[in-house]
Each structure stands twice: as C-alpha cells, then as structure tokens.
C-alpha cells in the first residue's frame, strides 16, 4: 500500500562550487574574448577546440586511486574501463593534440583556445570549480622569440580590451636563472637534481611569501624556521647565512633598468652554466621587445616572479594590473595578476619520449572581465531588445510586422508574449529586459497609422533628475506614422 508521500522534488540550485552566467556577464565576456582573439589572429595563431574530456592518461598529472581519481579532477570509469576525465586546464589537451597529430600539423604549431575548465577542488569566495581560460601557445620552437612574441601578444591584448598603458605591466623572468641561484646556494646538485628537492621547494615558497611575510619572514624560513603570530612554527630550509644571502640577493636583484637587473642577475649566477644561460635568454628576450617598440613601461625583467615550482623549464611571465580598486572592506588594493605562463619544454614529451619545446601564456577570463568591470571599461553592447507591447491579442500579426521590420533593419526586438492584459506589467517586462524602448499601438493608433515610442533609458533618467522644463523639453515619448517606425526607432537608440 503506497504511502501517500509526494515524490520529494529537486532542490533548485546550483551544485556547490559552480555558477550560472546570465545575460549581460556572457555578453560582456564574448565581447572581451573576441577582441583577444582578434589579437591572437593578427599574431597568426590558430584556433583549436578540444574535447572537454579527456582521458586520465592523456591529462597525467592525477592517477585513479582506488576507487576514482580524487586529486583536483571531475573522473569517471567508461564502460570499458577507462578513466575519463574533464579538462582541468588547456595547455594539457594541446599537448596530447601535439602529439597525436605531429604529422599533420605544421611546426612551430601556434594556436589560441578557449573554454571553461573543471577542477574538483574546495571551493571558495570567488574561486569556482568551473571557469574561463584562455590560451595562447607556440609548440615546437626552441629560440626564446617564441617567449618574447607571446609577452608581446599579452601586452597587446590587455590593451585591446580595454586596459590602458601605465595600467598593466608584464613581468618576466627564467627558472634557469632561479636554478642557478640555487646551484649557487648549493640546494641545487646539477648531476643529481633530485638532491636537495625538499630544501629547494621550502626556499620556493618563501621565495614565493615576499610581498605578505616580508624581507624578514623569508630570511626565518630560508634558515631555521618561523614562528607565526598564532605560535605556529613552520621549519625553514636550514640554508646558512652565506646561502641565504645568496637567495635574498636574487629576490633584491630588480634594478631601475633592464640591463642592470640583467647585469646584478649575472654576478649572482656566473659560477652557474645553467644560471647564465637563463641570464642570456633574459637577454635576449629583452632586446627583441626593445626593437618591437615594447618599452619597460610595458613589459620588465622582475626576478621576483617564481611559477609552478616543476612545470616551467625556462623564461615565466606574468601580467599584473596596477590600478587600484576597493576591497570587500572598503580598503584600497591593486587589483593583482590576470595572466601567467611561460616555457615548458617536457609536457609533450610524456607522449612521445623526445622533449618538444613549448611556450604559452594564460589569462584569467573571469579576473580580466572583473578588472574591466571595475573601472568601467566593458565595451560590450548589453542593451536589450525593443519591446513591441500587445494591446490587442487579435492584432498580433500587426506586432510581428512591427518586429520583423525592426529586426530586418538590424535593430534587436521582441513582441511581448506573456499575458497581455495588464499593460503595466508589459512596461515592467520592458524594464526588466533593460529594452531601450517600448512600441506601443492601441485601437487609436492603428485606426491613425501611428505607433507610440516610448523612450525607456530617457525616461527613467527624467523620473530621477528632471526638472518641469526638462520634461517638456525632451519628452520621452513620441508618436509617429506606423512607416516611419524603423527611422524613429533608430534615432531614439542613438539619442
């Protein structure tokens, strides 16, 4: 016997983690993302669409345990038996497309690619499980042009949305020359490099702490250890003195010009071949941006930039926002960085056993959109449509010939298809849409051959400010001969 209990209905709400966009946020984002690509292009890069799921293998860097794969992925088991998994990033699937179609495809390989990606990871304010990137990357070219071409493309693109100069700067650096700082501090063994890992990941950290612990704090940890306020101790590397100030030397080793970094970044790595070399590509790199026109105000050598302690094989870059915007507390901050990447020559090689050398750049889409937000800098049309109202359900083709001469004309426009009765709910819907403007045609205005205009943006704006004289000076609604309905339409959008 049933026992009369309703099936328990769906919770309606997102899962914990992710999001909905909505009209204006994905409007707004296109806009920005086209405007890269178009960047992209003219720096003759090629779009690539990759499947959003890969295989576990293919991805490599999470394993299955013993039930599913658990570390940072969304995966599942095939019915055959395979782990399948979504993307976690976009440089993961370029390397398996590298690889598979090596014959196919022209090298260098430049593409461009965006998406969302999927990490299962504790979610938080502001960070989803779901989120934009976007990618630019050149596969199979070994000369650091490749990198300074990539910094280039990201400065030219930060200001193609919308970020002025003197708003941005791209910073750049080498993992070789961090190597040879290490090397020299004697926590990096050449012939062995698995010697001295734990060491060399603490001096990375604290490396990495500069700006919230302080000169101070990242002496404590390079040495014997800190103490936090809490009285927590964190263990240092237990670097000596000597080695120590060899570290602090590189962080202190940013200068008022290029070539001076590049040349105190020199003194600190001359007894390191694969320091110097980093301080030769840096070099390098910084002469080719030189002759493009791409200034210190633009881009810099900053020794302070450290990257995925194990995935960059060579120069990394970052780009950072200068402005300042207001925190949560009311508190002035600069907004931060909104892309990063660099060299990494090892990835592809996982498939194909011989090292292909790779570089590449990745903005945050959701961080760029975010900072254009905030300084009112989004470019993208979100108007919404022309409302055509029905004021009698019998004359609805009349409202559809409204529509489609305006849509034929160019102009974005919607009849009102809800329930009709109420007129007032009909403006409301309008408002709702963020329509510029309401068409409006009763039996009177039929009988005329005339449509009422009404101007929605200038009549919300007279509501709040509008003096008596104002109002009769620019009212916001207008009646007009039904033939003249496209050309008054046109001209109210454009006021």
Request: aromatic content about 6%; charged content about 30%.
């Amino acid at each position: 016997m049933a026992d009369g209990k309703s099936p328990r209905r769906p919770r309606a709400e997102t899962p914990k983690g992710f999001r909905d966009y909505f009209g204006a946020e994905v409007t707004e984002r296109k806009a920005m993302l086209d405007k890269i690509a178009a960047v992209y292009h003219r720096h003759g890069f090629d779009p690539l669409e990759t499947s959003a799921v890969e295989t576990v293998e293919a991805l490599g860097k999470f394993l299955p345990d013993v039930d599913r794969p658990n570390e940072g992925v969304f995966a599942w088991q095939d019915e055959d038996q395979d782990w399948l998994a979504l993307r976690y990033d976009l440089t993961a699937p370029l390397a398996r497309v590298a690889a598979q179609f090596r014959n196919d495809l022209p090298s260098p390989y430049r593409r461009y690619a965006m998406g969302p990606v999927w990490r299962n990871e504790k979610p938080g304010p502001g960070r989803f499980r779901q989120f934009y990137q976007c990618d630019a990357d050149t596969v199979g070219a070994p000369s650091v042009a490749a990198d300074a071409e990539i910094c280039a493309m990201l400065a030219d693109a930060l200001e193609e949305v919308g970020i002025p100069r003197g708003d941005y700067i791209v910073r750049v650096n080498n993992r070789k020359v961090l190597n040879g700082v290490m090397e020299v501090a004697g926590v990096l063994d050449p012939a062995d490099p698995e010697k001295f890992a734990h060491e060399r990941g603490i001096v990375l950290r604290a490396i990495d702490k500069l700006d919230r612990l302080g000169p101070d704090g990242v002496r404590a940890l390079l040495g014997a250890g800190r103490k936090d306020e809490s009285g927590d101790f964190t263990k240092g590397a237990g670097l000596g003195a000597e080695q120590a100030e060899v570290v602090m030397g590189f962080m202190d080793a940013k200068r008022d010009t290029g070539p001076a970094t590049i040349a105190r970044l020199r003194e600190l790595v001359e007894s390191s071949r694969i320091g110097t070399e980093g301080v030769d590509e840096l070099e390098t790199i910084a002469s080719l941006l030189a002759a493009q026109g791409y200034g210190p105000d633009r881009i810099v050598i900053d020794p302070s930039v450290v990257r995925g302690l194990g995935y960059y094989t060579g120069p990394v870059f970052e780009a950072e926002l200068t402005f300042e915007i207001l925190d949560e507390k009311g508190r002035k901050r600069q907004f931060g960085s909104v892309a990063g990447g660099g060299r990494y020559d090892d990835l592809v090689k996982r498939f194909t056993g011989q090292s292909v050398p790779a570089t590449g750049v990745s903005i945050g889409v959701d961080r760029l959109l975010a900072a254009l937000r905030a300084k009112g800098r989004t470019s993208a049309d979100t108007t919404g449509p022309v409302v055509v109202t029905v004021m009698d359900r019998d004359r609805m083709a009349d409202y559809m010939a409204m529509v489609n001469d305006l849509r034929r004309a160019g102009i974005r426009a919607e009849v009102y298809l809800g329930n009709p009765k109420n007129f007032g709910n009909q403006l409301k819907y309008a408002d709702k849409r963020a329509a510029p403007v309401a068409v409006i045609q009763g039996g009177n205005e039929a009988a005329n051959g005339t449509v009422i205009l009404k101007d929605l943006i200038l009549g919300a704006k007279l509501a709040e400010e509008a003096t008596l004289e104002e109002w009769k000076a620019r009212p916001a609604q207008v009646e007009v001969p039904r033939d003249q309905l496209v050309a008054a339409v046109r001209e109210m959008i454009g006021r």
